[in-house]
């Protein structure tokens, strides 16, 4: 029957709305209002049409907003007016295909509700390891295909029971339409293995098995959500020297995994975000400061006054750390460079010699997606690995203009992730990882077809980055598309504001990091950039560091010892190995080694110049004797940050300014006084850092822009990030940085989608 005063109004709501009970949200408030007609599910978001007097419309559509599912995220709605055409009933229809552009959800930590569930013995999913609902679970990690249905997801070879089968159909269910709906009948189980695969015990018994072995001091590959972890208990210092023994890593901070908030609590200071971050869906690593100092000397991270903590994210982990009750090692189950292995056959061979044990499962895993780490800046948190929890996500941005093509961006080589700029929308990947193995550039390119794949996207466009040598600008130059290369620290920028809604606007950028290919074909990173939306070139060099020579070229990044050398001789020049007095400054060298470094810098051969501000971190770090030779991307400069230790003080050093470049040899000079004079590090680190901070303001003083933006992967330094923020406002100017892109390389596909977008707009013009 047809209302006189109804209307029919059709409605399509954009954003992250599949995969989290938002169909029967739908469905639930259109029959509580009275409405008639239907929702479906389509690639491209949700569509509704419903009937009704317009008060019930206007209702709804309030309602709706209010209302909308925990984990939802509505990015636009647009509704129109119809004829009515008399509906009778109130239907959920099939999903329908289209255009691929729906968003397609992360993984989501388990929820309360379904935690109450494993832990209640009158449960049906007692103890079961893949209770889920739709508000929680796995999404990304099981999904094959579009649109997010069962059919199109690891979970296709379960069967559902008719229990299951009742909840997934019935609209008032918690677990309607969840598609990777399990209970312990119809669905994924758990074994232990040992490192041949042979079985040794199943289901609860195999995760009891698993909690004695970790009690013993075993190694134990769990396969999670997103990868396998190793495991070991974090109070066993054998345990722990075994396992920094077989995965090869000496000193690179291990993440801990806790059974509780409380332990989490004793053990490290929490605010109220941390505490948040730590317990939201997205469960990240959060980087909690520790209470006492004198357990920085601890295998878990030397000399790190920070540990990364998270809370279990999973059934499994639920289980496992309930039968603990003790914090543990959960390190990603890879070797040095190696993707986090997925597949429990490919983990036996692959982890043989490291794992003494394995707990897996028979619910495959898509795709590699490792734990995320945040940190917390300026009272907000920072993204420092995007990958669970936040991946695939698309960066929203009202101010980029529909591509005209669509663009594949590669990355860079360090912390390599991907992204599609399709439409009005830009995809970011996971972090996947240093492209250094035939294992990392096979996941970076399985990411890359699996992402062309879910989209349904067929790029005319491939940007990258302009160093030639970088793998990911090879597969790019090798793809047959057309390629723009986009300079390293103009994507960091372009990646900061685009987050930060400037897009429009023209902003001064400081990207500073350890390495990034220069227009100049020198090595860049202490960039200070002029990026306005209407340059045809992109951006303006205004300022820099006065270049220093990296002796040995790369060999200089995992030794600081190479980079305090070079930074050195271009202070004393020749006199450096030939007068007495300079020998102190030497002794991280052997005489035939020091032999070997005058003749490179001497003859400049194999001593590329660089400006890179991580390098200058590096080399200080190793004249102040903290860190000579790094096992780890990262160290000199992290163990530089952390001799700061909460030192207050507004001393400086002094830097020469010039024109475009930065002189930092009267610095130097400086520290080397301090350190003759017997100074402590902890005071030289925080006039250093304090003297950098300086130079920023300085700096942008000279140029008249407002907004400045800090990028790269040295604004992961919080004192530096914080300090500079607080300077910058107090001088009158507008700092912006990084919260859900990653201030390091993990964020520069997202850059280069941008630039090359820019670029075509500009030719087309
Ligand atoms: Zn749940
Ligand atoms: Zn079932
Ligand atoms: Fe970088």
Known sequence: MVFHNSFRLAIAIRGAVQGVGFRPFIYRLANEIGLLGWVNNSTEGVFIEIEGTPEQLESFLLRLKIEKPLRSHIQSIETSKLEPIGYKTFEIRVSIKGQKTAVILPDLATCSDCLKEIFDSTNRRYYYP???????????????????????TTMKTFQMCTGCETEYKNPLDR????????????????????????????????????????RQGKIVAVKGLGGFHLIVDARNKQAIKLLRQRKHRPDKPFALMYPSLELIKEHCQVSALEERLLQSSQAPIVLLKRKEKDNCDCLIAPGNPYLGIMLPYTPIHHLLMAELGFPVIATSGNLKHEPICIDEREAIVRLKGVADLFLVHDRPIVRPVDDSIARIIMGEETILRRARGYAPLPILNRQFKQSISEILAVGAH?????????????????????????????????????????????PKIIACDLHPDYFSSQYAQNSGLKVIPVQHHHAHVLACMAENQLLGETVLGVAWDGTGYGLDGTI?????????????DGFQRVAHLRPFPLPGSDRAAQEPRRVAIGLLYELFGARLFAEKQFQPWLRAFSEAELAILSKILLNRINAPLTSSMGRLFDGIAAISNLCQIATFEGQAAMQLEFALDQLSTNQVYPLLLQTNQIDWRPMLLAILDDLSRGVTVNLISAKFHNTLIDAIVKIVQKIEVKKIVLTGGCFQNKYLTEKAIDKLRAAGFCPYWHKFVPPNDGGIALGQAIAASREISHTNN
């Open 130 to 152: 893949f209770t889920n609902c739709t508000n929680c679970g796995p999404r990304y990690t099981i999904i094959e295909a579009l649109p997010y249905d069962r059919q199109h």
């Open 175 to 214: 677990r309607f339409h969840a598609q990777p709906n399990a209970c312990p009948q119809c669905g994924p189980h758990v074994e232990l293995w040992d490192d041949t695969g042979k079985v040794l015990d199943k289901d609860r018994a195999a995760i009891s098995a698993t909690a004695i072995a970790i």
């Open 414 to 458: 360090f912390k390599n992730a991907i992204a599609l700029a399709i439409g009005d929308q830009i995809f970011l990947s996971q972090h996947i990882g240093e492209l250094e193995t035939p294992q990392a550039i096979e996941a970076f390119e399985t990411v890359i077809t699996s992402f062309q794949q879910l989209y349904d996207f067929q």
């Open 524 to 536: 860049w990173g202490s960039e200070f950039l002029l990026v306005s939306p209407n340059r045809r």
